[in-house]
Nanobody, 115 residues
Framework: QVQLVESGGGLVQPGGSLRLSCAASGFTVSTYVMKWYRQAPGKERELVAVIRVFGSTNYGDSVKGRFTISRDNAKNTVNLQMNSLKPEDTAVYYC?????????WGQGTQVTVSS
């Protein structure tokens, strides 16, 4: 059974950092495209970062240079290091696994950037 569980969200001041983690079970994260999305209140879900099977990455324009996506194959997790956080980064962050015939999502973790 495929399951994704996000953790690491919370309240942080502008300029601060957070590290999100997505723990996967039922499959191996290194064999699928893994993504982080976010959704702020009243806005559409936005792609934040992608890591592909061979390790190449891409980022949304709004987070380039501040966020880093990575995999920990030993722990079967996908992580999102978020630095220089801004109030506009406030959102629920979701982990996504793209299978050939299905998309799987975690339950999300809330990130709030506020002073």
């Amino acid at each position: 059974q495929v399951q994704l569980v996000e953790s690491g969200g919370g309240l942080v001041q502008p300029g601060g950092s957070l590290r999100l983690s997505c723990a996967a079970s039922g499959f191996t994260v290194s064999t699928y495209v893994m993504k982080w999305y976010r959704q702020a209140p009243g806005k559409e879900r936005e792609l934040v970062a992608v890591i592909r099977v061979f390790g190449s990455t891409n980022y949304g324009d709004s987070v380039k240079g501040r966020f880093t996506i990575s995999r920990d194959n030993a722990k079967n997790t996908v992580n999102l290091q978020m630095n220089s956080l801004k109030p506009e980064d406030t959102a629920v962050y979701y982990c996504n696994a793209r299978f050939p015939a299905n998309d799987f999502w975690g339950q999300g973790t809330q990130v709030t950037v506020s002073s």
